[in-house]
T-cell receptor
Framework: LAKTTQPISMDSYEGQEVNITCSHN???????ITWYQQFPSQGPRFIIQGYKTKVTNEVASLFIPADRKSSTLSLPRVSLSDTAVYYC??????????FGTGTRLLVSP | DTEVTQTPKHLVMGMTNKKSLKCEQH?????MYWYKQKAKKPPELMFV???????INESVPSRFSPECPNSSLLNLHLHALQPEDSALYLC??????????????FGPGTRLTVL
């Protein structure tokens, strides 16, 4: 299964836009790109998913280039409560999520 | 109801004990999952049930035994565990629709400590 790689950590300030990248060079044709958020001692929470181009929902945008070998999660105007670990597992459609190392986002005042 | 519940929240057990973790959802989801998460590591898939049948076993040792008594319940029976099995055990559920990925809803997890 394709693995994903992300920056280990990122720092930001309240009100800024944060862009977290994910590399998935071996993505398969049937794989979807998904993003999850996880707070300490809680289960991951789904944020957004996409197959190609751009997807936007009420909390984030997901940008996927044509070759699909990477993706970028964009969080507009982050707040302190966005401090968490962000994962970009690929979903094979056979219900398998393979989580990479994740990015620890720290939002400061 | 969009919640996955897990009991107990915390569990401490000895290596000779037998215990069970329980997971419940009432969203009508027909796929249910067990993940294991060690500290500061990503979740790792253990088992997947689809329509109450085991569909994926990620080569998990037999001291972990999953069970899906009905479409709302998922259990994980534990026996003769090792200290290295100490971790956060996460349950998740999703629809099981063909044609695309299904969002997984995770529970809060059971924090297991094996002495």
């Amino acid at each position: 299964l394709a693995k994903t790689t992300q920056p280990i950590s990122m720092d930001s300030y309240e009100g800024q836009e944060v862009n977290i990248t994910c590399s998935h060079n071996n993505i398969a044709t049937n794989d979807y790109i998904t993003w999850y958020q996880q707070f300490p001692s809680q289960g991951p929470r789904f944020i957004i998913q996409g197959y190609k181009t751009k997807v936007t929902n009420e909390v984030a945008s997901l940008f996927i280039p044509a070759d699909r070998k990477s993706s970028t999660l964009s969080l507009p105007r982050v707040s302190l409560s966005d401090t968490a670990v962000y994962y970009c597992p690929l979903n094979t459609g056979f219900q398998k999520l393979v989580f990479g190392t994740g990015t620890r986002l720290l939002v400061s005042p | 109801d969009t919640e996955v519940t897990q009991t107990p929240k915390h569990l401490v057990m000895g290596m000779t004990n037998k215990k069970s973790l329980k997971c419940e959802q009432h969203m009508g989801h027909r796929a249910m999952y067990w993940y294991k998460q060690k500290a500061k590591k990503p979740p790792e898939l253990m088992f997947v049930y689809s329509y109450e049948k085991l569909s994926i076993n990620e080569s998990v040792p037999s001291r972990f035994s999953p069970e899906c008594p009905n479409s709302s319940l998922l259990n994980l029976h534990l026996h003769a565990l090792q200290p290295e099995d100490s971790a956060l055990y996460l349950c998740a559920s999703s629809q099981d629709k063909a044609g695309g990925p299904n969002e997984q809803f995770f529970g809060p997890g059971t924090r297991l400590t094996v002495l």
